[in-house]
């Protein structure tokens, strides 16, 4: 009986063996690699070998602890491919609080699905995926891929603090070059962080170790302006099967011109009479620009079509003319071929869209998830933004706006800066007049003028339906009003001058306080900013403005007859680094006075320390928006 009793023992101790990795319990995490974290990575290795400026292998583990459901967002269980990428090894296993394995999944339990949105007609990238639903935290994740590719355009770049909440206690990044083809690298942000380094002719490594989480704070600069971040290039690399220069921004345009560019502009001969005849007669070559551009919103519609050399050559001019569609590319590429025939210069331009983010112009690779229009104006550049059919001819809007991008022209590629929306340009102006009734409540005629990033955030809602327009008014613009009722709305979207107007009617009941003797009111009745920043006792991080802007209201008040106007509030100014506030108040006569105000808030990086002036500024700005003055009865 003893040798069966053995053997039953020492599987138990080999099953627990393999089932416990107490290295991956929680409970072996330092104390401060938890703090302001949702996930704490416990070791990355990220290897890569160039074995010929078109073959790379790329191989990662990641082995990730999730505290909490926040931190779900950094599994990250998924592995691209394409048409000339495969993946050759894909796993992952999850492991609960003490280390004890829960599941482990193979490559063949991955799903495969589309890695483009549904707006995409087509697009050969695609993604592995393992949708995995915790049922308790936190638990511990351990992902591992591998893949080769033909592409060597995109080494994987280094980012090993993927941003807030998440600690580091491990990340390695190591690169082989042991044909010693010709590369490049740039470190970024390595300088605050204890990230050790070692270059070598023929392999390049980085590591990083025991990072504590960063905490977000509000209005800070982004985490990617902070963190450290090495990117790595060849200077000769293969692009689906096409090979590319890139020792400078000038070589790699040109080779973006000759081999992606060139000979995609054909247009057929009754569109170039069409665009011909369009611009007949039409001198400045500007004036004809605007009407190719509105010939080409009203014909085309954006789709997403991801194809033609790793989803970086456009669809051929022609083919968009033929269909009507196009995605930001083609839609591009088909605008310049028109302005060709219209004997205007422009030039395809590369640019990252969203969230500001410059093209690196000391450090040529390829970069960027979007393409506009540019167009050289005596120094005074005019972008193009080709997929939207309702964009006024040369704004750009927050989408683009403020950034470097690379301008592919016959002679390279060049570093333009886009249109900026600055601070006053960024203007809203308010006139109402105010009808107050005996009983408190509020008959008014409204007009607001939007101007810059303002009337972007505001023109989209001229396709509202009635309904959704008085939801819009009633829900995001006048939040705050109750009893607030829209008579009667009139928009007009000048993209002449870009101006939005809008001509409302409303009315509000019980809006003032009524009592025996006086009559209470907020004067601020239709542009109350209320935003006041969270207070730190300890801020860490510099505080960016992101957007200025500026808003001048006038508002004239009619009050009942049997009430009279004794006192109004003098005038209040706030002048600061941040911006301005100004109100003021006019008598006009016994029956009215006029109310106005003007608030200046102007974008800028400011040092941490300055915070707290910042939060006065607001405070005091969003306590006098709701100043409330009294009239009395006679």
């Not at 069966?4 to 023992?9: A, M, Q, R």
């Not at 640019?351 to 093209?359: A, F, L, P, Q, R």
């Not at 704004?395 to 601070?423: C, E, M, Q, W």
């Not at 008085?470 to 928009?491: C, G, R």
């Amino acid at each position: 009986m003893k040798k069966p009793s053995l053997i039953f023992f020492l599987s138990i101790i080999s099953f627990l063996s393999n089932a416990q990795d107490l290295s991956l319990s929680v409970l072996s995490i330092p104390k401060e690699m938890k703090e302001n974290a949702n996930a704490v990575l416990r070791n990355e290795q990220i290897d890569i070998t160039i074995l010929a400026i078109d073959e790379m292998l790329v191989s990662q583990k990641r082995v990730v602890t999730i505290l909490n459901k926040l931190g779900d967002a950094d599994a990250n269980i998924f592995e691209h491919y394409d048409n000339d990428t495969k993946i050759t090894k894909l796993s992952a296993i999850i492991y609960d609080a003490l280390g004890n394995e829960i599941n482990k999944y193979s490559k063949t339990k991955f799903s495969d699905i589309s890695a483009v949105d549904g707006g995409t007609l087509y697009s050969d990238s695609r993604a592995k995926y393992l949708e995995y639903t915790p049922t308790t935290y936190p638990y511990t994740l351990v992902f591992e891929s591998e893949y080769k590719t033909s592409t060597t355009g995109f080494i994987p770049w280094w980012f090993p603090i993927d941003g807030y909440f998440i600690s580091v206690e491990n990340s390695s990044y190591t690169i082989h070059n042991p044909k010693l083809i010709p590369w490049k690298n740039k470190k970024i942000n390595f300088t605050d962080f204890k990230v050790i380094a070692e270059e070598l002719p023929n392999k390049i490594s980085f590591s990083i170790k025991n990072q504590p989480a960063l905490n977000y704070e509000n209005e800070a600069i982004h985490y990617r302006e902070i963190l450290p971040k090495a990117i790595v290039s060849l200077i000769d690399f293969s692009l689906k099967g096409v090979i590319g220069k890139n020792e400078n921004w000038t070589d790699f345009g040109l080779w973006m011109n000759e081999q992606l560019l060139k000979g995609r502009d054909e247009l057929s001969p009754a569109t170039v009479a069409k665009i011909k005849s369009l611009v007949s007669g039409v001198e400045n070559p500007i004036e004809r620009a605007k009407l190719v551009y509105k010939f080409m919103q009203d014909k085309t519609r954006y789709i997403s079509v991801q194809v033609g050399i790793g989803g970086w050559e456009p669809i051929a001019a022609n083919l968009v003319d033929d269909v009507g569609y196009g995605d930001c590319k083609g839609l591009t590429n088909y605008t310049k071929a028109l302005l060709n025939v219209a004997d205007v210069t422009s030039y395809y331009t590369i640019v990252y869209s969203g969230e500001k983010n410059d093209i690196d112009k000391d450090f040529s690779s390829l970069q960027g998830n979007h393409v506009i229009l540019n167009i050289p104006n005596n120094g005074k550049d005019i972008w193009l933004e080709c997929t939207s059919q309702i964009m006024p001819f040369g704004f750009l809007g927050d989408f683009t706006d403020d950034r470097d991008v690379l301008v592919i022209t016959p002679d390279g590629g060049i570093i333009k800066h886009t249109a900026s929306y600055k601070n006053e340009q960024n203007l809203q102006t308010s006139k109402a007049t105010i009808q107050l009734s005996e009983k408190g409540n509020v008959e008014a005629t409204l007009q607001i003028i939007s101007k810059g990033i303002q009337y972007d955030d505001k023109f989209y809602i001229e396709s509202f339906t009635q309904p959704e327009l008085i939801k819009h008014y009633k829900s995001s613009v006048w939040e705050y009003l109750n009893n607030v009722e829209i008579k009667n709305t009139s928009l007009k979207n000048d993209k002449q001058n870009v101006e939005f107007i809008e001509n409302i009617e409303v009315s509000i009941q019980n809006y003032a306080t009524v009592n025996e003797t006086e009559y209470l009111l907020g004067v601020n009745v239709f542009n109350k900013n209320s935003f006041v920043p969270k207070k730190y006792r300890d801020r860490k991080l510099p505080l960016k403005i992101e957007r200025g802007f500026m808003d001048k209201d006038e508002f004239l008040f009619k009050i009942p007859s049997n009430y009279t106007i004794e006192i109004l509030p003098a005038k209040t100014e706030i002048t600061t680094k941040f911006g301005h506030y100004k109100i003021s108040f006019i008598k006009n006569d016994d029956t009215s006075f006029t109310y106005f105000r003007e608030l200046i808030i102007k974008e800028g990086v400011f040092p941490k320390e300055e915070y707290e002036e910042y939060y006065s500024f607001r405070k005091n700005v969003a306590k006098l928006d709701n100043i409330r003055i009294a009239i009395i009865k006679k």
